[in-house]
T-cell receptor, first 111, second 112 residues
């Protein structure tokens, strides 16, 4: 089993739609979780951290379910500018100083 | 404050040639990383460093060497380039906590 798994998509949604991405991780001892965004041919950038109690940043909501080892990202009222690949990131299994990137989920928001 | 910079941005090599990719950060970060990203695949860790003078292997270290002689710089070397090393290389840095990584713009390398 891979350390971090994501549905690769692509997700093609109309503007204004709500879309949810899921991510599972294998190391139950993981403590830190993030969502990064990567635009085509650009570097990844932090979108938001994921806290145990869940957190929201504008149209974006992140949830963590430790029991199921599952992270989610919900995007409401999708914009064309949300089109990107979304990377789930979890701190590494074998070392406190590594983080593991999931393969990413591709989102295309269609006019 | 430039953040993380990478040199060069693009490079074409012939099989067997060598080159060094330079990563520089001005945020005084302790940890630095080199990743490669291939089409349709996620980021794969090549080597990383938790401080000046230290390096460690990541997931795909074969064919690469690294050095961290100065805290702000992390060099990635290819001693004898192979077509399988055609990829986009990203450097990143962070502090021990929080875990947020800051990435450079990437180096697009083609080996023919």
């Amino acid at each position: 089993r891979k350390e971090v798994e994501q549905d690769p998509g692509p997700f093609n949604v109309p503007e204004g739609a709500t879309v949810a991405f899921n991510c599972t991780y294998s190391n139950s001892a993981s403590q830190s979780f993030f969502w990064y965004r990567q635009d085509c041919r650009k570097e990844p950038k932090l979108l938001m951290s994921v806290y145990s109690s869940g957190n929201e940043d504008g149209r974006f909501t992140a949830q963590l379910n430790r029991a199921s080892q599952y992270i989610s990202l919900l995007i409401r009222d999708s914009k064309l500018s949300d089109s990107a690949t979304y990377l789930c990131v979890v701190n590494g299994e074998t070392s406190y100083d590594k983080v593991i990137f999931g393969p990413g989920t591709s989102l295309s928001v269609i006019p | 404050n430039a953040g993380v910079t990478q040199t060069p941005k693009f490079r074409v090599l012939k099989t067997g040639q060598s080159m060094t990719l330079l990563c520089a950060q001005d945020m005084n970060h302790e940890y630095m990383y080199w990743y490669r990203q291939d089409p349709g695949m996620g980021l794969r860790l090549i080597h990383y460093s938790v401080g000046e003078g230290t390096t460690a292997k990541g997931e795909v270290p074969d064919g690469y060497n690294v050095s961290r002689l100065k805290k702000q710089n992390f060099l990635l070397g290819l001693e004898s380039a192979a077509p399988s090393q055609t990829s986009v290389y990203f450097c990143a840095s962070r502090q021990p906590t929080p875990y947020e990584q800051y990435f450079g713009p990437g180096t697009r390398l083609t080996v023919t």
